[in-house]
């Protein structure tokens, strides 16, 4: 993939991202079972709502200029996989996060994917 089709599908990804992750709440309230950790009354929920749609407000905005952004991009990826990681590891070790599984688990670690997929390569010398 070339470099300027790489940074205009990284700037689409970034777009989609940002929205999916400030929509992370409507999310919560559609299929609880596979975005929301919490039954009931908690704390939780809000906070990493309000966490991950400041998030996507920033995506959004590095979609204008990607390259003035890696590092807040290299920081959702990693975030993401060690985030999908851990909620693997518990959505494994308890039988009722298990829907977490197929919903924001996979979509963590493709999200992480596909933002380091479309990363600019550094020039070879």
Request: one cysteine or more; proline letters at 6%; a positive charge.
């Amino acid at each position: 993939m070339s470099d300027p089709s790489r940074l205009k599908w990284l700037r689409i990804a970034l777009v989609v991202l940002g929205v999916l992750c400030v929509a992370l709440y409507p999310l919560m309230q559609v299929w609880p079972s596979g975005w929301a950790w919490h039954e009931g009354y908690s704390d939780y929920p809000m906070m990493i709502v309000g966490i991950y749609a400041t998030l996507g407000v920033f995506l959004i905005r590095a979609a204008r200029d990607p390259l003035a952004n890696l590092s807040l991009i290299w920081f959702t990826v990693w975030s993401s996989v060690v985030h999908a990681g851990i909620m693997a590891v518990q959505a494994l070790s308890h039988a009722e996060h298990r829907a977490h599984l197929w919903g924001d688990v996979p979509a963590l670690f493709i999200a992480a994917i596909v933002l380091a997929v479309l990363m600019p390569r550094p020039a070879r010398t």
